[in-house]
């Protein structure tokens, strides 16, 4: 009943731990090795001296530390904002775009065009030209505030980039999972919902990242139509104090935000793969 | 220990389990060269498994696996060095859907075992001929059906030239008539040289094929013998029992 390894399998699991060992201590040496590298290459250049002053300065950081953080503050909640609509805006127009009912043909049509129409427009564009464009046209009822309609700009050009991830994944998914779903008798919507989304979804994940941290990189567009975000926090203090120590402080928030969220759901998926496949 | 009855391949104490849920317990397998082993038991009893196992698909938990007298279970061997002596067939086939039948057939050779295109493509289109398959190289995989998939599956194992063929169930999408004919290529590949471990339910099968009948029971290997012998005259009860349920 009671197991214990054998001296062989004691033996193997110690040459297992060693390899692993020896792994990670080449992976370590090349590391260092390479980032040294690179910092004595960028601290020994002519320049270097102008540079740190310029960005590497504590008291500026210190300084601007507060007021960007309110910019950042703005930032985030038109992310957590226009993050979900991406992602429902995104799988309904890649769904839209796999129907094959005649009566569709419109919709068909539409998720298409729109697609190619905001995949082809810089970002940048479409949240002047909703900032500054609606707002003028003066209807009743519309918000004019530069929050919404920017937040609304984002929606539309990322929605179209992650339908087309969505799209790809659902691509993706052999055709007899879609056969066995609808020998299930499964109405087509059914299959979508419960068959081919999820493991297109699943498929899709790390390009979806891809995505959504540069959606969240793209909220400093909105600075464009003057909105006191982060970036524009920054350069506002580098403008006044002739110094860019702001801008890596900007920055930094960015990757705060950014690095952990793409390790979670790293982490995330290789748990569900390992669930699956029973390990 | 024991080096004594050493065969091509031999496992020893093998033991492999899913998250606690123990599949193979202490099996012992020697297969010898030429030998024709069928590996026989209930569903579940985990004969894909020890395949699985047995070509370094699988981690094993304990237990030795030796290939030609080497311990193949050793870290430190390089798996593919073992994986291009032996061919699999999997339960399920495993063609790749995006290459043509011939491509599927070509792909280990040209790349891994280099040998020219033009050699590897006549080699194949010969066993696909073999097989009934002729007319089928150029078509994919999802265009075939499931007895001519499986074929495939066995012509893409047998194209490299494997000292030793695992075959899983490769009869079990097959007419009676293309089950004699797969016999009938199975015996002449194992008189050629070859040397084949298969999973199988099909005792008929197993009795025509095999010069070695194992039975799997309780993650281990429970009886084993000629097949006139432990289909004949089994000596454990469990065997007994197994074999009045899938013969009734
Ligand atoms: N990846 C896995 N994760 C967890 N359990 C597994 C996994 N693969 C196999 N098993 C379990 O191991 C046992 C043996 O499976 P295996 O596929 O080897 O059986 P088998 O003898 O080939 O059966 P069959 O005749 O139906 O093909 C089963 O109980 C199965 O549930
Ligand atoms: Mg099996």
Redesign the pocket.
């Known amino acids: 009943m009671t197991w214990a390894p054998s001296e062989r399998e004691l033996e193997r699991q110690a040459v297992r731990r060693r390899l692993r060992l020896q792994q990670t201590a080449i992976a370590t040496v090349v590391t260092v090795v390479v980032a040294v590298g690179l910092v004595l290459l960028v601290v020994s250049s002519p320049g270097w001296d102008r540079v740190r002053d310029y960005f590497l300065s504590w008291s500026h950081a210190r300084d601007s530390f507060a007021a960007i953080a309110e910019g950042f503050w703005i930032n985030i909640r038109i992310f957590l904002v226009a993050e979900p609509c991406v992602l429902v805006l995104g799988a309904l127009v890649a769904i839209a775009r796999q129907t094959t009912s005649p009566w569709l043909a419109p919709l068909r049509l539409l998720a298409t065009g729109y697609t190619d129409l905001f995949r082809g427009i810089p970002s940048i564009m479409v949240v002047v030209i909703c900032g500054i464009g609606i707002p003028a046209l003066g209807l009743s009822g519309v918000t004019s505030s530069l929050f919404w309609l920017t937040t609304f700009a984002l929606v539309l050009c990322y929605g179209a980039y992650v339908a087309e991830v969505f799209r790809a994944g659902i691509l993706a998914i052999h055709p007899t999972q879609v056969a066995s779903a609808e020998a299930l008798a499964l109405t087509r919507a059914q299959t979508m919902r419960f068959v081919v989304l999820p493991q297109a979804v699943r498929r899709v994940v790390p390009p979806l990242m891809n995505d959504l941290v540069s959606l969240q990189k793209d909220t400093a567009l909105i600075s464009a139509v003057g909105v006191f975000e982060a970036l524009r926090a920054a350069q506002d203090y580098q403008g006044y104090n002739f110094n860019g120590t702001p801008l890596l402080v900007a920055a930094a928030y960015f990757l705060v935000v950014a690095v952990p969220l793409t390790r979670l759901t790293d982490w995330l998926m290789r748990r569900q793969i390992e669930k699956e496949?029973?390990? | 220990m024991t080096a004594t009855v050493s065969g091509l391949l031999e496992a020893k104490a093998l033991r492999k389990s899913?998250?606690g849920?123990v599949?193979l317990d202490g099996l012992d397998l020697v297969v010898a060269e030429h030998d024709v082993v069928c590996l026989i038991?209930a569903?579940?009893?985990?004969?894909?498994?020890?395949l699985r196992c047995l070509n370094l698909l699988e981690t094993i938990d304990d237990g030795i696996i030796r290939f030609d007298g080497r311990e193949i279970s050793d870290p430190l061997v390089d798996p593919r060095s073992v994986r291009r002596e032996i061919g699999m067939v999997f339960?399920a086939y495993n063609l790749f859907p995006h290459l043509s039948v011939l491509d599927n057939c070509t792909l280990a050779q040209v790349r891994v075992h280099g040998v020219p295109a033009g050699e590897a493509a006549d080699r194949a289109r010969a066993l696909l001929a073999r097989f009934g398959l002729a007319d089928k190289a150029d078509a994919h995989p999802d265009a075939l059906s499931g007895g001519q998939q499986q074929r495939v599956a066995l012509v893409r194992a047998m194209c490299t030239r494997p000292r030793l063929l695992l075959l899983?169930?490769i009869t079990a999408a097959l007419d009676p008539e293309l089950v004699g004919e797969v016999l009938e290529i199975v015996r002449a590949e194992a008189e050629a040289g070859t040397t084949l471990v298969l999973?199988t339910?099909e005792m008929s099968f197993a009795r025509e094929v095999a010069t070695k009948v194992c039975f799997?029971d309780g993650g281990r290997v429970l009886e084993q013998g000629p097949p006139e012998q432990l289909f004949g005259d089994p000596v454990e009860e469990r065997t007994r029992a197994f074999l009045a349920r899938v013969r009734s």
């Open positions: 496949q029973g390990r | 899913y998250r849920r599949v038991g569903s579940g009893s985990g004969k894909s498994t020890l339960q899983d169930e999973a339910h799997l």
